[in-house]
């Protein structure tokens, strides 16, 4: 027994719609914006991305005993103090502002890669208004 089709109106338009991003506590699909206290449209929004990281570059205390103790021995030990440590701490802010609609949230950082990721994600919801609004 086969099953009948779908109806023409299977797709309604208040149908969720998968999450393509996320940002933070941000997600958007292909039209909307989802935010832990309601949903937006997409249409002209403007999104902000704030880098609020530091990173540091230090020699690590191991990198010094061991130079100290090989530079008795020979002068390699002075190779010791070229190991160089980073730290990255801090935030990065998104904020997504529109016609009714402001909505700010802070991620964490730990790497500079993680920074870029947020930031190439960003550059994708913006895609997304811009075909949106195109």
Same mark, same amino acid.
């Given at each position: 027994?086969?099953q009948?089709?779908?109806?023409? @109106?299977?797709? &309604?338009?208040?149908?969720?719609e998968?999450?393509?991003?996320?940002?933070?506590?941000?997600?958007?699909?292909?039209?909307?914006?989802?935010?832990? @206290?309601? !949903?937006?449209?997409?249409?002209?929004?403007?999104?902000?991305?704030?880098? @609020? !990281?530091v990173?540091? &570059?230090s020699?690590?205390?191991?990198?010094?005993?061991?130079? %100290?103790?090989?530079?008795?021995?020979?002068?390699?030990?002075?190779l010791?103090?070229?190991?160089?440590?980073?730290?990255?701490?801090?935030?990065?802010?998104?904020?997504?502002?529109?016609?009714?609609v402001f909505?700010?949230?802070?991620?964490?950082?730990? !790497?500079p890669?993680?920074?870029?990721?947020? &930031?190439?994600? %960003?550059?994708?919801?913006?895609g997304?208004?811009? !075909?949106?609004?195109?």
């Amino acid at each position: 027994m086969t099953q009948p089709p779908p109806p023409n @109106n299977w797709l &309604e338009p208040d149908r969720p719609e998968p999450i393509l991003v996320s940002a933070g506590d941000i997600s958007c699909t292909q039209h909307r914006i989802i935010t832990p @206290n309601r !949903s937006f449209p997409l249409a002209g929004t403007t999104w902000i991305v704030s880098n @609020n !990281s530091v990173t540091t &570059e230090s020699m690590p205390t191991y990198a010094v005993v061991l130079a %100290v103790i090989f530079f008795i021995f020979c002068l390699l030990g002075l190779l010791f103090l070229l190991i160089k440590e980073r730290r990255t701490t801090g935030y990065v802010q998104v904020t997504v502002q529109g016609p009714g609609v402001f909505h700010s949230t802070q991620i964490p950082v730990s !790497s500079p890669a993680q920074v870029l990721d947020i &930031e190439q994600r %960003v550059n994708y919801i913006r895609g997304l208004v811009a !075909s949106y609004n195109s």
